[in-house]
C-alpha cells in the first residue's frame, strides 16, 4: 500500500531563504508526482507535476525534483516571501488514477 | 475562463439531516473527484465521477453517495450527518483520465460542512 510522507510538517523560516520541503513514498510504481499549495480553508492550486519519467521541473522561483528509485522529491523555493506561507502537500497518482496524499508541510514565512 | 466552483461556501446542519454539495468543473473536463478534508488531517478521497458514472469510491460510509450529471456537474450527498461529518470537502476536476496519466488536477474553494 502506497503511503507518501512529508517532513517536516511544519517549518517557519526568515523572508528571503531558500527552502527545501520534502516529500517521501513507499512505491516507486507512479505515474507522477504533483506539488500543491493550499491556503486556509481554501482549495488547492497545483503548483507543479513530475513525470514518472522526469527529473525535474521549474516555475519561477519553484524548483521540484524526483528520484523515483528512492521514492523521494523535493520542493525548492528559491527566495523566499511572505506570500509564500501555506500548507504544501505532494500526492503521487497510480496506476488507477488515484491521488495518494501525503498530510502536508505548513510553512510559515517570517517578514 | 471560470474554474471549478462549488456551492455552498458554508453549511451548517444538525446531526441526523442530510447535506447537498454542489460542483461545477471547468468547461472541458469530464472527471469530478471528492474530497474530505478534516481539520488538521490530509485529504481523504470520496469519489470520482467521470462520464457519469462512478469510477471509484473511498473508504466511506455508503451515506455518502453522489451523482454526475449530463452537463459533467456533481453532486455529493451524505445523509445521516454525524458531528465528525464536519469538514472542508473539495471537489476537483480533470480531462478524462486515460486520455493521458499526466493530467492535472484543478480544484474549487471547497464547502465548509459544520454539523452540530
Known amino acids: 500500500k502506497q503511503e507518501v510522507t512529508q517532513i517536516p510538517a511544519a517549518l517557519s523560516v526568515p523572508e528571503g531563504e531558500n527552502l527545501v520541503l520534502n516529500c517521501s513514498f513507499t512505491?516507486?510504481?507512479?505515474?507522477?508526482l504533483q506539488w500543491f499549495r493550499q491556503d486556509p480553508g481554501k482549495g488547492l492550486t497545483s503548483l507543479l507535476l513530475?513525470?514518472?519519467s522526469q527529473r525535474e521541473q521549474t516555475s519561477g522561483r519553484l524548483n521540484a525534483s524526483l528520484d523515483k528509485s528512492s521514492g523521494r522529491s523535493t520542493l525548492y523555493i528559491a527566495a523566499s516571501q511572505p506570500g509564500d506561507s501555506a500548507t504544501y502537500l505532494c500526492?503521487?497518482?497510480?496506476?488507477?488514477?488515484?491521488?495518494?496524499w501525503g498530510a502536508g508541510t505548513k510553512l510559515i514565512i517570517k517578514p | 475562463e471560470a474554474g471549478v466552483t462549488q456551492s455552498p461556501t458554508h453549511l451548517i446542519k444538525t446531526r441526523g439531516q442530510q447535506a447537498t454539495l454542489r460542483c461545477s468543473p471547468i468547461?472541458?473536463?469530464?472527471?469530478v473527484y471528492w474530497y474530505q478534508q478534516a481539520l488538521g488531517l490530509g485529504l481523504q478521497f470520496l469519489l470520482w465521477y467521470d462520464e457519469g458514472e462512478e469510477r471509484n469510491r473511498g473508504n466511506f460510509p455508503p451515506r455518502f453517495s453522489g451523482r454526475q450529471f449530463p452537463n459533467y456537474s456533481s453532486e455529493l450527498n451524505v445523509n445521516a450527518l454525524e458531528l465528525e461529518d464536519s469538514a472542508l470537502y473539495l471537489c476537483a476536476s480533470s480531462l478524462r483520465q486515460g486520455v493521458s496519466t499526466n493530467e492535472k488536477l484543478f480544484f474549487g474553494s471547497g464547502t465548509q460542512l459544520s454539523v452540530l
Open positions: 500526492a503521487v497518482k497510480e496506476s488507477n488514477y488515484q491521488l495518494i
Open positions: 512505491d516507486s510504481a507512479i505515474y507522477n
Open positions: 468547461s472541458g473536463h469530464t472527471s
Open positions: 513530475i513525470q514518472s
